[in-house]
Structures are given as C-alpha cells and as structure tokens.
C-alpha cells in the first residue's frame, strides 16, 4: 500500500511528500518495494527518491548490484538511481571505471560515476581519475569532477600534473578550481607560486581556494598577501 502511495506522492517539478513515504517504507521492511520502484519505468524523480532513500538506510545492496548487472538496457536516469543507491560499495567498481571511460554514456550518468568511484575509495582509482583530468579531449566538467573526488593521500606525480594545469596558459576556470582545491586538501606547500598567482585572480572562484591553499602554507610571503588582500 504504502509503494502505491509512494508512486503517487509526487508531481512533475516537486518530490512532495515522496522522501517521508519512501522512508516509512524502509522502517517496515519495505527494501523490496523501494528496489522495485527503481527498477520501474516511473518518473525519474521517484526512481531518485527511492534509490536514494536506499543509499541513506544502507540497505537494498545486494539486491541492487543485481539490477546493476542488467543496466545496460535501462536509461539514464534509472542508471543515475543505481549508481546514487549504491553509494560506496566497492563490488561495482569494475563496473564504474568502465562507464567512466565510455565515451558514448551521457555526460551526466559518467558524472555519476566518478562521484562513486571517490566514494568507494579505490587505491588503483587516482590513475584513472588522472586520466581523465589529463586529456585534453574530455570534457571539463568531467576533468573537474575527477580533481574533485581525488583524496589525500595523493601521489606526487599527481600533484605535479595539477600543478601543470594551472600553469597552463588558459585552463577551464572550473577545472583550475578544482585543480586548486585539489593541491588544497593535499596541503601542497609546493604549490606555493600558484596559489600566490591566483589568490589575486579577478575571479573569485578561483581566488577563493587559492587564498585556502595560502592559509595552509604558512609562508611569509603567504601571509603578507593575505594581509593585503584582507584590506
């Protein structure tokens, strides 16, 4: 009963009261029905609300790798469902690493998979992810995303090649963000000239992680900008 409800909970543009149904269902054993419901050809918005009512309780995994394993013939958005109810689990990287290096997956659903490649935290992935942000044939939203999924501990061929896309002569401004937030959560004191240099950008989103990356390096010439710039 409460699946039907949940079907009907929401409109074209809002969740409704969706999410609250989709919960109640988990609190009652509902995980078979929530699976269902994003194995369905319902509304991409209740396929969301259900997979990520999954993700959140942690339950529905093995039965939603199953479905994973049939994807290939679904949508997008119910594609983009799976990958958000999976979450972290670390069984569907292969599949992952495949989907990211798919040139024909929508944009959206290899953005997707990228954000749960960093969140399944595979030692092998910064390799992968590196490859992304190196060629110069992906899209830059795709390069951002993978500068921001790359954690520390970071390698330091890495770390050089970040630093490369910021010396370059006119990088993508959200990728040089994201380059910058990178060597940021790094705590690249290397990166010492490029957050300088762009602590003083007329953009702020860039200016704003440099200035993060010059409160962590604890450097004269660091503080003194940062001085000036506070004025």
């Given amino acids: 009963m409460l699946r039907e409800v ?17 919960a109640e269902l988990v609190q009652l054993d509902g995980v078979p029905d929530l699976v269902q419901t994003v194995h369905s050809h319902r509304s991409p918005l209740i396929r969301w ?3 990520q009512t999954l ?4 339950q529905g995994d093995e039965s939603l790798r199953a479905v994973w ?7 997008p958005a119910t594609r983009a469902a799976l990958l958000t109810a999976l979450g972290s689990d670390r069984r569907i990287i292969p599949l992952l690493e495949t989907l990211i290096v798919d040139d024909h997956a929508p944009l959206h659903l290899r953005l997707d998979a990228v ?4 969140r399944a935290g ?5 390799g992968l992810l590196l490859a992304l942000v190196s060629s110069a044939h992906e899209e830059p939203t795709l390069s951002a995303a993978a500068l921001d999924v790359l954690e520390p501990p970071i390698t330091h061929a890495t770390l050089v090649s970040v630093r490369g896309l910021l010396r370059a002569p006119r990088p993508p401004v959200d990728v040089a963000a994201a380059a910058l937030r ?3 959560r790094a705590a690249d ?4 000239p490029l957050f300088l240099r762009y602590a003083q950008h007329e953009s702020p989103t860039l200016a704003l992680p440099a200035i993060d990356g010059l409160r962590i390096c604890n450097d004269a010439t660091a503080n003194a900008l940062l001085a000036r710039l506070a004025n």
């Fill in 122 to 126: 595979a030692a092998h992935a910064e």
């Fill in 6 to 22: 949940l079907l009907a909970a929401s409109s074209a543009d809002s969740y409704g009261p969706a999410p609250a149904f989709a």
């Fill in 69 to 75: 394993n049939e994807s290939s013939a679904f949508d």
């Fill in 115 to 118: 954000q749960a490649l960093g």
């Fill in 55 to 58: 993700h959140i309780a942690g």
């Fill in 182 to 184: 990178c060597l940021v």
């Fill in 189 to 192: 004191s290397e990166s010492l």
């Fill in 49 to 51: 609300v259900a997979a």
